[in-house]
């Protein structure tokens, strides 16, 4: 699961412009920012609850992290369906999420996930996303 944060939304200008310049340079084909970096442990997971769906308190953990909208692309990863994030989502948007096809897989068998909601097994309005994109599996490690 992947999704803007806070710390990369205070992060975009000043990146924007750097990345920006070298781009015109012709020195960087591509940059972006992510709260764990690729091949990297990631531990952050969430708990989650899809809205509309009966629950019994079952385990659906997710791991998760925040990126910049280019992140896919420097990763050359595939879009398989939807869309990736856009410069203009930040925190005063809706939540969006951009799932890969392993979860899709996993929590959606034989459904379409794009427009699915999910959030803490609460579901606090907080913590709601919305699913706007699907990747392509991206492997991390050995």
């Known amino acids: 699961m992947t999704r803007s944060g806070p710390l990369l ?7 924007a412009q750097s990345t920006g310049r070298a781009a015109s340079s012709g020195t960087l084909m591509s940059a972006a920012l992510a709260d764990v970096l690729p091949l990297s442990f990631n531990g ?13 308190g079952e385990h659906n953990e997710v791991n998760q992290r925040a990126v910049s909208p280019h992140y896919f692309a420097t ?3 595939r879009l398989l ?21 392993a979860l899709a897989k996993k929590f959606f068998p034989g459904e379409d996930p794009i427009g699915q909601r999910f959030g803490a097994t609460d579901l606090d309005p907080k913590t709601i996303k919305e699913i706007v994109g699907i990747v392509d599996d991206i ?4």
Do not use: C, H, M, S
């Open 9 to 15: 939304t205070r992060l975009r200008a000043p990146t």
């Open 81 to 101: 369906r939807g869309r990736t994030f856009t410069d203009a989502e930040d925190l005063g948007k809706p939540k969006v999420v951009v799932i890969n096809q």
């Open 44 to 56: 952050n997971t969430d708990w989650i609850r899809f809205v509309g769906r009966d629950y019994n």
């Open 139 to 142: 492997r991390e490690g050995p």
């Open 75 to 77: 990763l050359q990863a």
